[in-house]
C-alpha cells in the first residue's frame, strides 16, 4: 500500500471513528429502543422481540381455538417470532449503519460495541505509525 492510500485508509478510519464515538449514546439508546413485530398471515398471532431477537410480548387471539391444531398454531408461532426478530435484526442495522459500516453493524449485533472500537484502533495504530 503506498502512501496516499495509508493515508486516505487512515482519514477514512478516523473519520468513522469519531462518528462512531460522537453517536455512540444515540446509538445505544436507538438500538436499546429498537423492537421487531410480526403478526402470522390469519392476524391471530402477534410477536414482539427486543433489540437482540428475544421475545417480549405474544398476544393469541381467542378465535385460535375455533380451529383446534396445536401443531399448526406451534408452527405458526415459531414463524411469527422468526419474522418478528428479522425485523427487529433490520432495525438495528438500520439504526447503526450511520456509524458503522454493515459488516460491523451484524458483529456487533450481540451488543459489543467495545469490540468494533479495539478493532479500529488496532486497524489505525500501524497506519499512524507509519504516516
Known amino acids: ?3 496516499a492510500a495509508i493515508k486516505a485508509r487512515t482519514e477514512e478510519l478516523m473519520a ?3 462518528r462512531m464515538r460522537a453517536g455512540a449514546g444515540d446509538l445505544r439508546r436507538r438500538i436499546l429502543e429498537v ?3 410480526a403478526k402470522s398471515p390469519d392476524g ?3 410477536a414482539v422481540v427486543g433489540n437482540q431477537g ?3 410480548r405474544l398476544d393469541i387471539d381467542p378465535r385460535v381455538y375455533r380451529r383446534p ?3 399448526q398454531l406451534a408452527e405458526t408461532i415459531t414463524d411469527t ?3 418478528a426478530a428479522a425485523e427487529a435484526n433490520r432495525l438495528v442495522e438500520e439504526a447503526a ?3 458503522l459500516d454493515v459488516h460491523d453493524v451484524r458483529n456487533a449485533l450481540g451488543g459489543d460495541m467495545e469490540a468494533i472500537f479495539r478493532r479500529l484502533d488496532e486497524e489505525l495504530e500501524p497506519m499512524t505509525r507509519e504516516s
Open 1 to 3: 500500500m503506498d502512501d
Open 54 to 56: 428475544h421475545l417480549e
Open 35 to 37: 423492537r421487531g413485530e
Open 97 to 99: 449503519s450511520a456509524y
Open 44 to 46: 391471530l398471532v402477534k
Open 69 to 71: 391444531d396445536s401443531r
Open 81 to 83: 417470532i422468526r419474522r
Open 16 to 18: 468513522q471513528f469519531e
